[in-house]
Each structure stands twice: as C-alpha cells, then as structure tokens.
C-alpha cells in the first residue's frame, strides 16, 4: 500500500499531473520560506508544499519551545526535509555551496538567505560557522544537516561537530529533529530518499507517484550548548539516531494537516 504499482496507470499518470501542476503553482512562493518574522506563514506554505507531493506530517515527541536564535539540527535524506523541518521549525539553512553553482540560482540563494557551505574546503568552514553564529546572536533560527549527506533512511551517518561551535559561541540552545519517512501502512520509505547519483528529477517523479507518504517529524530534548562541540554533536546525535532504534513507529503527538 501506498507504492506506485498499487495504482492503474490511468490514475498514476492523473496523480503526477495534478500534483505536478499544484507544485508549479506554488514555487513562486518559495521565499515565503525564509522570510524573517513569519514562522506561521512559513508553516502554512510548507505544509501546502508537502499536500501537493502526497505527503502528510505527523509530530511526536516534546513540545516546540518558542524560543529565539536556536540551532535545529536534523538527519538528511531527501529535499523533502526543507519542508518537512520548515513545518514544523522554519528557519534559513545551510546547504552545499556546488547546489548554487549557477549565476542565477546564486542570487536566489542569496535572496533566500541560504549559507552555503563547501564541504571539501575546510579553511572556509570557521567563516560559514561564524555567519551560523551570528545568525544565532541575532535570534534567527539557523537550520543545519551535520551528517553532511544524505542517507536513504535505512542508515544514517555520524554528526560532524564544526556546525555545533557556532551554538556554543552564541551561547544558543540546540533542537535535535529526527525525520523519517513511511508509506501508509507504517514501513519504512525510501522513495523520497535523494542519494548518490540520483538526480533531483527522478527523486521528485517518485514522491509524485507514490499515492501517499507519512513524514514524521520526531523533536527531541532541546540541547544546551555547552563548551565541547564534540561533546554537543553526540549528544544530538544519540537524540537523533536513538529514537529510530527504539522504534520506527512512533505513536503520533500531534498531527499537522498536510
């Protein structure tokens, strides 16, 4: 259930139309996303981003704080986190650098507040967790990946510890979220996933086909900083990954319509 072969084609070929059509209407929207001030406009567009692709957002796990300049740290597996984190703790984000190669997606990274990072270019790296803690001081919620990838959801990496100097240098908190993606019968998916050679494309085409997937969105316990970012990285890590070893079931806490 909830796999692209459990639907005729007629009805596959409608599904990807419909939803297709839905999502270009609202990609003029897109820096909805990153206005400063408008968490709940932010939530809102997300979450119609999310209905356009089939895909409904359960919470679970401890309340949001409202707190500001916090540093929400996640596992990464597919674009679909931006909107699936951006749901639930809108924020700007750190993304690879070699994603806003060209001159145009460049201004509109800029234009979108993203901080670009490049990740084989360590002697760039205090720079980019300088403007993450600033951004922090400033009271901005910063969104960071610190596995560094993506993974397909059945595995996942360990957290780099450079991103967790800039909460320690703000003295800001930090918010682990584990995202996991499920079919409508509760198994694991790996249809979002956005890993190797894959291309942006195809991921999009199999979200689209895929009559309906369940992200959950699981917060886990707000993280003081601390003075050891390694020490900080593991202990968001164990509240990332931990919760996906105990089960990949967890009963909902609150369930967002999207």
């Given at each position: 259930?909830?796999?692209?072969?459990?639907?005729?084609?007629?009805?596959?070929?409608?599904?990807?139309?419909?939803?297709?059509?839905?999502?270009?209407?609202?990609?003029?929207?897109?820096?909805?996303?990153?206005?400063?001030?408008?968490?709940?406009?932010?939530?809102?567009?997300?979450?119609?981003?999310?209905?356009?692709?089939?895909?409904?957002?359960?919470?679970?796990?401890?309340?949001?704080?409202?707190?500001?300049?916090?540093?929400?740290?996640?596992?990464?597996?597919?674009?679909?986190?931006?909107?699936?984190?951006?749901?639930?703790?809108?924020?700007?984000?750190?993304?690879?650098?070699?994603?806003?190669?060209?001159?145009?997606?460049?201004?509109?990274?800029?234009?979108?507040?993203?901080?670009?990072?490049?990740?084989?270019?360590?002697?760039?790296?205090?720079?980019?967790?300088?403007?993450?803690?600033?951004?922090?001081?400033?009271?901005?919620?910063?969104?960071?990946?610190?596995?560094?990838?993506?993974?397909?959801?059945?595995?996942?990496?360990?957290?780099?510890?450079?991103?967790?100097?800039?909460?320690?240098?703000?003295?800001?908190?930090?918010?682990?979220?584990?995202?996991?993606?499920?079919?409508?019968?509760?198994?694991?998916s790996t249809t979002p996933a956005y890993v190797g050679q894959d291309t942006l494309a195809r991921s999009v085409c199999r979200v689209l086909a895929v009559r309906r997937t369940v992200t959950r969105v699981h917060v886990g316990s707000l993280q003081l900083p601390g003075t050891d970012r390694?020490?900080?990285?593991?202990?968001?890590?164990?509240?990332?990954?931990?919760?996906?070893?105990?089960?990949?079931?967890?009963?909902?806490?609150?369930?967002?319509?999207?």
């Amino acid at each position: 259930m909830g796999h692209p072969a459990d639907s005729p084609p007629v009805l596959l070929a409608l599904r990807v139309a419909v939803r297709l059509g839905l999502a270009l209407l609202l990609a003029p929207g897109v820096p909805l996303l990153f206005v400063l001030g408008r968490p709940r406009l932010q939530r809102a567009y997300c979450r119609a981003v999310l209905r356009c692709f089939g895909v409904r957002i359960m919470v679970s796990g401890n309340p949001i704080r409202n707190l500001s300049g916090v540093l929400v740290v996640s596992n990464h597996m597919s674009w679909l986190d931006v909107f699936a984190i951006g749901a639930v703790l809108p924020g700007s984000f750190v993304a690879r650098a070699d994603m806003f190669s060209g001159r145009a997606i460049a201004m509109v990274a800029r234009l979108l507040k993203i901080i670009p990072i490049e990740r084989a270019s360590l002697r760039r790296l205090p720079a980019v967790v300088g403007t993450v803690g600033g951004r922090l001081r400033a009271g901005q919620t910063v969104v960071a990946f610190p596995e560094g990838t993506t993974w397909c959801g059945l595995a996942s990496g360990s957290f780099y510890p450079a991103m967790f100097q800039a909460a320690i240098d703000a003295g800001r908190p930090v918010q682990p979220l584990r995202l996991t993606y499920h079919h409508v019968d509760g198994t694991v998916s790996t249809t979002p996933a956005y890993v190797g050679q894959d291309t942006l494309a195809r991921s999009v085409c199999r979200v689209l086909a895929v009559r309906r997937t369940v992200t959950r969105v699981h917060v886990g316990s707000l993280q003081l900083p601390g003075t050891d970012r390694r020490a900080l990285a593991r202990r968001c890590q164990l509240a990332v990954h931990q919760r996906s070893q105990r089960s990949q079931h967890p009963a909902p806490r609150q369930a967002l319509a999207a």
